[in-house]
Structures are given as C-alpha cells and as structure tokens.
C-alpha cells in the first residue's frame, strides 16, 4: 500500500535555529513531490520536486529530494516564530494523479 | 490568498442531516479536488474533477458526492451524516490536471463541519 511517513511528528525550537523536517515515502508510481505549509487554515504551497539531487529554495526555507532512498529534506534555517506550522509532504502518484499525504510535523518556533 | 474559495467557512449539524459544501476554482483552473482533514487521519483525499469529469476518486463514502459544474465550481454533497464526519474539508484547484501534466494545487480556506 502506497503511504508518505513524515517525521518528527512535532518539533519545539528557539527562534533561530535550523530544522530539518523529513519525508519518506512508498508510492509504486512516483511523479512528484510536494511540500506545504499549514497554519490556522488552508495549506499553502511551498515547494514541488521532481528529479533527485536538485535543490528547491526559497528564502530560508529549502528541500531536496533522493529518488534512490526515497525521501526528501525541508530544511528552514534561522527559523522565526512566523514559521511556526503543520509542514505537509505529499507524493503525487502518476498513475492516477492522486495526492497520497503524509500526517505532518507540527513545528513550534519560541522566541 | 489563493484564489479559490470554499462557502460556508463553518457548518454545525446533527447527525443524519445532509449538507453541501461549495467550491470555486481559481480563474482559469480546470480541475477541483477535495479533502477531508480530520485531526486523527491527516488530509485524506476525496476526489478530482477536472472540466466536468471525475478524474480520481479516493478515500471518499458512498454516502458522500460530488459534481463539478460547467462553471467549473464545485460541490461536494454529505448526506446522513455521522459524528465521525466533523471534519475540515478543502477544496484545492489547479491550471490542468489532466493525465500527463503536472501542476500545482492550491487550497481554499476550507469549511469546518461539525456534526453534533
């Protein structure tokens, strides 16, 4: 069965820190996947990957994928309270475009 | 702001009632997906419209339904609806969807069911 196991479950940090947030997954049909971002309502898209090695970034926030181990990395470095979220990763299946999702990591950044 | 948008925000019921939640797409966008988000289960996928046609469909009961419109808006229909059902639901669009592209989902606000 096709599942997306994301780890840690819940994270506390001090403001500044860096944290790595960790996906892994077993989807027969691989086509993508993502990464997003959940505060108090809807989840808003951070990064999509597609091919192993390459690394998405976007300010403080980025992530790689490794299509051999089958996992990718959202690292967020000098974290300010604002990123504060449910981290989401989901693995897009290419044989019927679902979404398979994994549960989150809850990360709480203190000042 | 995503663009799409979910009426209504909150939905309190009882249970065996039916309800319909609704969904418009970004500008553009050809394809509707749903989700139910429930604190035990994570953000479970429902199903997939794309220009009118159900294109995937998963973890969905068969007590719920959903049709996607000419307009390309949405609805996503509960009926005899159980405590277990209380729930956050999304609606998520994208450009395309169709079997050999790739795009990007983007969530509405979503709506908070609670069935009593």
């Known amino acids: 069965e096709d599942k997306v196991v994301q780890s840690p479950l819940s994270l506390v940090v001090h403001e500044g820190d860096t944290v790595t947030l960790n996906c892994s997954y077993e989807?027969?049909?691989?086509?993508?996947l993502l990464w997003y971002k959940q505060e108090k309502k809807a989840p808003t898209f951070l990064f999509m990957l597609?091919?192993s090695g390459i690394e998405k970034k976007s300010g403080r926030l980025s992530s790689i994928l490794d299509k051999k181990e089958l996992f990718s990395i959202l690292n967020i470095t000098a974290t300010q309270t604002g990123d504060s979220a449910i981290y989401l990763c989901?693995?897009?299946?290419?044989?019927?475009?679902?979404?398979?999702w994994g549960l989150g990591t809850s990360l709480a950044v203190n000042p | 702001d995503s663009g799409v948008t979910q009426t209504p925000k909150h939905l309190i019921t009882a249970t065996g009632q039916r309800v319909t939640l609704r969904c418009s797409p970004r500008?553009?966008?050809?394809?509707v997906y749903w989700y139910q988000q429930s604190l035990d289960q994570g953000l479970q996928f429902l199903i997939h419209?794309?220009?009118?046609?159900?294109?995937a469909k998963g973890n969905i009961l068969e007590r719920f339904s959903a049709q996607q419109f000419p307009d390309l808006h949405s609805e996503l229909n509960l009926s005899s609806l159980e405590l277990g059902d209380s729930a956050l639901y999304f609606c998520?669009?994208?450009?395309?969807?169709?079997?050999?592209?790739?795009?990007?989902?983007?969530f509405g606000p979503g709506t908070r069911l609670t069935v009593l």
């Open positions: 998520a669009s994208s450009a395309r969807g169709g079997a050999t592209s790739t795009d990007t989902q983007y």
């Open positions: 500008s553009g966008d050809l394809s």
């Open positions: 419209y794309y220009n009118g046609e159900e294109r």
């Open positions: 989807v027969t049909n691989f086509r993508s």
């Open positions: 597609t091919s």
């Open positions: 989901a693995v897009e299946d290419g044989n019927n475009r679902k979404l398979i």
